[in-house]
């Protein structure tokens, strides 16, 4: 079946701008998370999703990321007012839900953000 | 809020046994302990996970010692295909921890 789906695979803006990342989850999976990979480091949390409970807004970095879920299916992650820092590879994954401590996540292949 | 520490890096050979550890010194009682294996322009896909004393599936095994501060991904006889990035995912329940650490590269040579 279809797995996670993202895109654009790649977006390139520039500095101020603002983005918008989507996130097709796996069809009936209720969970949702977003990550954010910079070049050579491991996988920073940025939120989570689950069904209809108040998201686990956590590891936002600054109130000019916000992500909603529509529908409790695709997922947005916007950037507002970019920066040079935000430059990196915006990773979602979903999974079936329940207690997300034993449930694996399924991955997409990330949208690359550069900003110039 | 639990820290993960992996080796940066680790090489072996074609057929040999690799052991990866990772250090979580603050891992909460109700964690999990997951690996996933990440290749380039990918994203990670899950190996296995646990919670203590040992797990093993048909790709890996996943040892965890009583007090959990640490747990050692075991990868029998690895091939070429092998090499990629190894993360370990100590992961709380809703609202909890959710940490990866930065990853081990493995690079398993012929």
């Known amino acids: 079946g279809a797995g996670v789906s993202q895109s654009p695979s790649n977006k390139v803006t520039e500095k101020g701008k603002d983005v918008e990342l989507r996130c097709d989850p796996i069809s009936g999976h209720t969970a949702l998370y977003w990550y954010r990979q910079s070049l050579g480091q491991g996988l920073e949390f940025l939120i989570y999703f689950q069904g209809n409970s108040a998201p686990d807004k956590s590891g936002l970095p600054s109130d000019r990321f916000s992500a909603e879920r529509t529908g409790g299916s695709v997922s947005t992650l916007t950037i507002q007012r970019t920066q040079q820092e935000d430059s990196a590879v915006y990773l979602c994954?979903?999974?079936?839900?329940?207690?997300?401590?034993?449930?694996?996540?399924?991955f997409g292949d990330g949208t690359r953000l550069s900003i110039l | 809020l639990a820290k993960t520490t992996q080796p940066i890096s680790m090489d072996s050979y074609e057929g040999q046994e690799v052991n990866i550890t990772c250090s979580h010194n603050n891992i909460a009682t109700n964690d999990y302990i997951t690996w996933y294996q990440q290749f380039p322009s990918q994203g990670p896909r899950f190996i296995i996970q646990g919670y203590k004393t040992k797990v093993t599936n048909e790709v890996a095994s996943l040892f965890i010692p009583a007090d959990r501060k640490s747990s050692t991904l075991s990868l029998p006889r690895v091939s070429l295909s092998d090499t990629a990035v190894y993360y370990c995912l100590v992961v709380g329940g809703s609202q909890g921890n959710l940490i990866f650490g930065k990853g081990t590269k493995l690079s398993v040579k012929p």
């Open positions: 994954a979903s999974s079936s839900g329940g207690d997300r401590r034993v449930q694996p996540q399924h």
